[in-house]
C-alpha cells in the first residue's frame, strides 16, 4: 500500500502539487495506522493545509476542493495505465478515507465491456489496462452534476497514418442506447436517447455526425437510487476496444423525459468539447508538428485555436491567424476561417493594447468581418460565439452578451458558448446568472480548460470568498498569464498564504504587459465592476505591490519606468 502511495507522489500530476501531495500522504499513513476515525475535514485543514484551531468546514472549503482534485488525479493516474503496482488507491466521494484495490497485474489484451456486466453483475479485477472493460462502473462525480468521465488515448485511428498528413473533421455515428432499467414503459424514451444525441451533436461545427462509420457512441441507461444513470461508450472507427467512457447521472425531481433529455445534453456536451474524446486524437497530432502545413485544411486550423484557446499564448495566436489565413487564400469565404481570424487578430489588439489606445476604433474593422462570417453562416454557434468574442475584446459588453447569447440558443450543448456567456453575463453585472453559467460550463466537461474558472475567479474575489478565489484562480493561471497570477495575489495576503505572496509577486512584476501600463490599467480593462476591481487593488498592496506599479508603467523590481 505505501508502495502505491509512493509511486503516485512520483508522478508529476500529484508531485506538483505539493499541498495534494501531503494531503495523499496524510490520509494513507493515517488509514494504515488504523486511525480512520480522526480523518475529518477539520483535521485534515488543521495538520495539512494549516488553517487555524477556529477553522469552520462550512466557511471555508479548502478540504472539499483538494479532496476533489485529488480523486480526480487518482482515477486519471489509474486509466492511464501508468501504474505498475498490484494495489490502487481511490477516494470514494464524500469520504476523506481512501480505499485500496488489489488488481492483478497481466498482460491480458483491452476488449470491449460485456453489456450484461452493466446492469450489476460483479466486474472482474484486472491490470489498470483491463479496467476498460468495466468503463461503465468507472466514475468520478463532478459539481452538482455528478458527471463522470473516463479517458483513454485514442490513437489507434491515426495508426495508419502519414506522420505530417493532416486530420480531418471526426465523424461520429450514434448507436442504439439499451434500457437496463427493467421498467419496459421507459423503452420509448430510452430509445428516444440515441435519437436526441445525434440531433444534439449536430449542432457543433467541429465535427460531422454520420449515419454509419467513423467512431460510434452506444450505451445503456440504468437505474439507481431513483436516478437514471446513462453510461456510453465511444468505439474507435476500427472498433478494437474502446475510446472513452462516461456515466451521467441524471437530474433529480423531474419528468423522466426531461431527465433523460438533459442527461443526453451533457453528454453530447462531454463528446463535443474541444478537451474531449472527439478531438483526442487531432490534438495529439498537432503536438507533434513542428510547423503549419503549406496548406493546411480547416480543421487544422481549428486544432490550432483550440491550442491557442488553452493556453492564451502569442505565438499559439500568431500560429492560428496564419493558418487561417493560408485557407482564406483557397476558399475567402470559409465563415470559420474567418470568424476565428477575426477573433485572434481582436485579442492581439487588446493584448498590445496601451493606455489611451482606442481599442472600439482600432476593432471596428474586426467587428465587420465577425458581422460578414455570421452573415455567411448565421445558424452556427461556434461563428457567433467568435463574433462575441471580438465584441468583447472590443469592450462593446452588450453586443457581446447578445451574440453570445444567441450562440448558446443555436447550441445549448456547447460549453464553450455557456462559459463566455457566464463571463460576459458577469461582467455586465449580472453576477448570480453569469455565476450559474459559469459553473454549468465546469461541471459538464471533465477537464475544463483554465479560462473557464475565469467567472468562478472573478465571483468568489468579489465575494471576498478568497480560499475559493485562489483556487479558480489558480486554475486560471494555467492558461491566463495576467488575470489568473493577478487574483491569486490579491487573495493570498487576505488568509496568509505568503507561500503564494511570495511565489505570485515576482511573476507579477515580471510580466511585461503588466509592466507597459500598470496593473490596474491593464485589469481593469478586462473587468469593470467596481468591487471586484478594489478588491484586487487592495489584496496587491497588502501583497507589497509597489503602489506606482498599481497605476503606471514599472520595472521588474517595481520602479517606475
Not at 88 to 110: C, D, K, M, N, W
Not at 311 to 316: F, G, H, P, V, Y
Not at 360 to 387: C, D, I, K, N, W
Amino acid at each position: 500500500m505505501r508502495a502505491a502511495m509512493e509511486e503516485l507522489l512520483g508522478w508529476q500530476g500529484i508531485s506538483r502539487s505539493p499541498q495534494l501531495a501531503q494531503l495523499l500522504r496524510y490520509i494513507v499513513e493515517k488509514t494504515l495506522a488504523g486511525d480512520e476515525a480522526a480523518i475529518k475535514a477539520y483535521s485534515i485543514a488543521v495538520d495539512v493545509f494549516g488553517r487555524p484551531q477556529s477553522f469552520d468546514p462550512q466557511a471555508d472549503p479548502i478540504v472539499r476542493v483538494q479532496a476533489r482534485r485529488l480523486r480526480t488525479l487518482l482515477e486519471q493516474f489509474y486509466v492511464t495505465g501508468a501504474s505498475r503496482c498490484d494495489v490502487q488507491i481511490h477516494l470514494p466521494l464524500g469520504r476523506y478515507v481512501p480505499e485500496f484495490a488489489r488488481v492483478a497485474l497481466t498482460s491480458q489484451s483491452v476488449s470491449p465491456p460485456d453489456p450484461a456486466l452493466l446492469d450489476g453483475a460483479p466486474k472482474p479485477r484486472r491490470r489498470p489496462h483491463g479496467l476498460i472493460d468495466a468503463a461503465y462502473g468507472m466514475a468520478f462525480t463532478l459539481i452538482g452534476v455528478g458527471l463522470a468521465f473516463v479517458i483513454f488515448q485514442w490513437l489507434a485511428s491515426n495508426a495508419g497514418q502519414a506522420p505530417n498528413s493532416q486530420p480531418d473533421f471526426p465523424s461520429v455515428s450514434v448507436g442504439a442506447f439499451s434500457n437496463l432499467t427493467g421498467q419496459a414503459v421507459l423503452d420509448d424514451d430510452v430509445a428516444a436517447v440515441g435519437v436526441q444525441l445525434a440531433a444534439a451533436l449536430g449542432k457543433f461545427d467541429t465535427f460531422n455526425v454520420v449515419a454509419s462509420g467513423g467512431a460510434v457512441i452506444t450505451g445503456v441507461v440504468q437505474e439507481q437510487l431513483g436516478r437514471f444513470v446513462v453510461n456510453a461508450i465511444l468505439t474507435p472507427p476500427q472498433g478494437d476496444g474502446i475510446a472513452w467512457s462516461t456515466s451521467i447521472i441524471a437530474m433529480k425531481g423531474v419528468r423522466d423525459t426531461e431527465a433523460l433529455e438533459q442527461a443526453t445534453i451533457l453528454l453530447a456536451a462531454q463528446l463535443a468539447s474541444p478537451t474531449g474524446p472527439l478531438h483526442a486524437p487531432g490534438r495529439a497530432w498537432l503536438k507533434q508538428q513542428a510547423a503549419l502545413p503549406d496548406q493546411p485544411q480547416i480543421y487544422t486550423c481549428l486544432l490550432r485555436y483550440m491550442a491557442w484557446r488553452d493556453t492564451r499564448q502569442l505565438a499559439d495566436a500568431d500560429s492560428g491567424t496564419a493558418c487561417f489565413d493560408r485557407v482564406l487564400k483557397t476558399d475567402p469565404e470559409n465563415a470559420y476561417a474567418i470568424a476565428s481570424g477575426a477573433s485572434l487578430r481582436a485579442w492581439r489588439v487588446q493584448y498590445f493594447a496601451g493606455p489611451g489606445d482606442d481599442i472600439t476604433a482600432q476593432l471596428r474593422a474586426e467587428a465587420e468581418v465577425a458581422a460578414h462570417a455570421v452573415a455567411l453562416r448565421p445558424g452556427s454557434s461556434f461563428v457567433r460565439e467568435q463574433q462575441a468574442l471580438v465584441f468583447a475584446w472590443q469592450a462593446a459588453i452588450t453586443a457581446a452578451v447578445a451574440a453570445a447569447q444567441k450562440a448558446v440558443e443555436l447550441n445549448p450543448a456547447s460549453s464553450d458558448a455557456s462559459a463566455l456567456l457566464g463571463v460576459l453575463r458577469w461582467l455586465n453585472g449580472e453576477y448570480e446568472t453569469g455565476r450559474l453559467l459559469g459553473e454549468r460550463a465546469i461541471t459538464e466537461v471533465s477537464s475544463a480548460p483554465p479560462w473557464y474558472y475565469m467567472t468562478r475567479a472573478f465571483d468568489a474575489m468579489r465575494e471576498q470568498r478568497y480560499f475559493d478565489a485562489i483556487d479558480a484562480a489558480l486554475a486560471l493561471a494555467q492558461g491566463d498569464d495576467e488575470l489568473g497570477p493577478v487574483i491569486v495575489l490579491a487573495a493570498a495576503p487576505r488568509i496568509g498564504r505568503t507561500d503564494l505572496i511570495d511565489l505570485y509577486r515576482p511573476i507579477l512584476l515580471a510580466n511585461a504587459h503588466l509592466q507597459s501600463a500598470g496593473i490596474m490599467p491593464r485589469i481593469t480593462a478586462v473587468f469593470r465592476p467596481e468591487g471586484l476591481a478594489n478588491r484586487v487593488r487592495e489584496g496587491l498592496t497588502l501583497a507589497g505591490i509597489p503602489p506606482n506599479a498599481l497605476v503606471a508603467p514599472f520595472n521588474a523590481d517595481g520602479t517606475p519606468k
